[in-house]
Antibody, heavy 120, light 111 residues
Framework: EVQLVESGGGLVQPGGSLRLSCAASGFTFSSYAMSWVRQAPGKGLEWVSAISGSGGSTYYADSVKGRFTISRDNSKNTLYLQMNSLRAEDTAVYYC?????????????WGQGTLVTVSS | NFMLTQPHSVSESPGKTVTISCTRSSGSIASNYVQWYQQRPGSAPTTVIYEDNQRPSGVPDRFSGSIDSSSNSASLTISGLKTEDEADYYCQSYDSSNPWVFGGGTKLTVL
């Protein structure tokens, strides 16, 4: 059974940093591209970033480019999102999602999400 | 960049059929697959339709998806509505320049 478990969310001040993790199980992690998708309170879904199975290719939404870094440790079956220079508008629940392939930009599997609150 | 436009809300009675539309602003709706995600209050999204009309295992056949090139739109149809179907529904598609484009979401009320 595919399982994705996010962690690392919390309260951080504007300008601060946070690293999210997504622990994966139930599939060969290194074979699949992964994405982060977020949802601000009361708002819709917004894609944030994607990474290929090897980690050699990454992709970012314009809203986070230059501030967020996606990475993965295939030996630990874990996906990461390093978030720097955080802004109030980054406040959201962050979900990790497993893509079928690098070019199939959608997901059958989602984690339960972790809440990031950016506030002073 | 393209956008996906959904109605803000729809409502229908239990046992009836409801259809939620998703219109693509530019580019052909048929050029890239459309997915539909269900999100119940306080929960993570789940996938109810992928690749235009495919149902993941475990999703009842009351859920179906289609695309209509003439209106450049996709549709999610839920038949035999149940109260448990009450949720937000998001369409999603992509192209080579725009990964993971979501519609604004439709709140389905089953009353």
């Amino acid at each position: 059974e595919v399982q994705l478990v996010e962690s690392g969310g919390g309260l951080v001040q504007p300008g601060g940093s946070l690293r999210l993790s997504c622990a994966a199980s139930g599939f060969t992690f290194s074979s699949y591209a992964m994405s982060w998708v977020r949802q601000a309170p009361g708002k819709g879904l917004e894609w944030v970033s994607a990474i290929s199975g090897s980690g050699g290719s990454t992709y970012y939404a314009d809203s986070v480019k230059g501030r967020f870094t996606i990475s993965r440790d295939n030996s630990k079956n874990t996906l990461y999102l390093q978030m720097n220079s955080l802004r109030a508008e980054d406040t959201a629940v962050y979900y990790c999602a497993k893509q079928p392939t690098w070019i199939q930009l959608w997901s059958l599997y989602w984690g339960q999400g972790t809440l990031v609150t950016v506030s002073s | 960049n393209f956008m996906l436009t959904q109605p803000h809300s729809v409502s229908e009675s239990p046992g009836k059929t409801v259809t939620i539309s998703c219109t693509r602003s530019s580019g052909s709706i048929a050029s890239n697959y459309v997915q539909w995600y269900q999100q119940r209050p306080g929960s993570a999204p789940t996938t109810v339709i992928y690749e235009d009309n495919q149902r993941p295992s475990g999703v009842p056949d009351r859920f179906s998806g289609s695309i209509d090139s003439s209106s450049n739109s996709a549709s999610l149809t839920i038949s035999g509505l149940k109260t448990e179907d009450e949720a937000d529904y998001y369409c999603q598609s992509y192209d080579s320049s725009n990964p993971w484009v979501f519609g604004g979401g439709t709140k389905l009320t089953v009353l």
